[in-house]
């Protein structure tokens, strides 16, 4: 008897222990509230992967946030469901392929790819390999949708920001001598870097200093700096993420250096970054595809649903991570796609869709992608003004 009931409560212990492995411990299952209660009503499985702690922490979170206010959106409607899961990659692509592999097992359907663009170049990879489809919320750099028919991108592609920053510079003519920092060790900014000098030159910019720094490197920008006050730059062109650009502008102020600067989308976060003298951000000037300040109905809604869960004004990545969802939602109802489907399948289906619809989002209106799988929408230029951006 006593044997019976050791038997009996293994079985018991064995049961839970895999009702909990199928519903995932909080942490991993961060978006466990917007799933579909008891599974009840089938849905796709789209999973991303991003920089949820850590230095790039804003981007990440920001996108995951996104995306979720927009399940929520869409599941509310009833008919297509979708169930969405995103995995830490702490901006590294080693970490960044380990998880998207934990989002294979889980059965990940659709991907949001990665949020930044060097753990975007090798979970990509994956993508194309395994033919499950993917739309990245904000990885820009070309190397990930290059060769890859089935990788797209939300943001802009980094040559069309170099290329448009160079142009918005010029006939704004906001600065006579141009200096540029950017970070070579980075596909972003190296890209965006590449891209602006080609223009600059073909409009005449001139290019007065370039200095580089890398990951080791970012803490000291004093000889960088230097090289542009002396060489008399009136504006910085700064392609990088927020983290070295709140350096730049302290170490600037310090030496009492006070050209314009011009940034890019990674600078969109600057104003949440902890420890750091948002006054000294006032007039810096950056091209992004969203504006929180906008007053069409949805960003306004968008924007107080955001402001009421996470206590922010959402950046430019939050405002990716919800069109991706909604951008989905549209191919996937378009093609009648239904959650019994393969990965396979899915992406097949994604592919004739996003290579050949229109989609209208906060990000832009009458948004189209190439073959490359990268979007064409306009830019809008914004500026910091008493601590919140406004169009320019």
């Known amino acids: 008897m006593m044997k019976k009931k050791i038997a009996l409560g293994l079985i018991f212990a064995m049961g839970l222990t895999m ?17 579909n209660a008891g599974g009840e009503v089938a849905a796709i499985k789209v999973g991303g ?16 946030q996104g995306a979720e206010i927009a399940l929520e959106e869409i599941n509310a409607m009833g008919g297509l469901q979708f169930e969405l899961r995103y995995e830490d990659d702490a901006h590294d692509a080693e970490k960044a392929v380990n998880a998207y592999n934990t989002l294979k097992d889980w059965g990940m359907q659709i991907s949001l790819g990665s949020v930044t663009s060097t753990p975007g170049i090798a979970t990509s990879a994956e993508n194309f390999n395994d033919r499950i489809f993917a739309l990245t919320p904000s990885a820009s750099a070309t190397n990930v949708t290059e060769g890859k028919d089935n990788v797209y991108q939300m943001c802009f592609a980094d040559p069309n920001q170099g290329s448009a920053s160079a142009q918005y510079i010029f006939d704004q003519k906001l600065g006579e001598k141009i200096g540029i920092i950017y970070k070579n060790d980075d596909a972003y900014s190296s890209g965006i870097y590449a891209t602006f000098q080609a223009k600059a030159e073909e409009l005449g910019l001139k290019i007065v200093s370039t200095s580089t720094f890398t990951t080791d490197s970012q803490n000291d920008f004093s000889v960088q700096l230097s090289e ?6 009136d504006l910085l062109f700064l392609p990088m993420y927020y983290d070295a650009a709140s350096l730049i502008l302290t170490q600037a102020d310090g030496m009492g250096y006070e050209p314009k600067f011009f940034g890019v989308d990674g600078m969109d976060g600057i104003l949440t970054l902890d420890g750091f003298d948002t006054s000294l951000a006032e007039g810096v000037m950056l091209l992004t595809p969203f504006s929180a300040d906008a007053d069409d109905e949805r960003t306004k ?15 430019q990545f939050a405002a990716d ?11 996937c109802t378009a093609a009648n796609a239904t959650a019994d489907m393969t990965a396979e399948e899915l992406n097949d289906l994604m592919i004739e869709q ?13 948004a189209t992608w190439n ?6 929408k306009d830019p809008k230029g914004m500026v910091i003004e008493n601590g919140v951006y406004v169009g320019l």
Do not use: H, W
């Not at 924007?303 to 959402?314: A, F």
């Open 354 to 366: 996003f290579s050949s619809m229109t989609f209208d989002g906060l990000t832009g209106e009458g």
């Open 321 to 331: 991570g919800y069109d991706c969802i909604y951008a989905l939602y549209q191919a």
């Open 371 to 376: 073959t490359d799988g990268q979007v064409s």
């Open 228 to 233: 542009a006050k002396n060489a008399g730059a």
């Open 301 to 315: 809604n968008f924007v107080q649903k955001y402001q009421e869960r996470y206590n922010e004004v959402p950046n």
């Open 49 to 64: 992967t991003g920089p949820l702690t850590g230095g790039a922490a804003i981007y990440g979170n920001a996108a995951k």
């Open 19 to 35: 009702f909990a492995g199928c519903g995932g411990d909080k942490q991993q299952d961060n978006n466990a509230d917007n799933n």
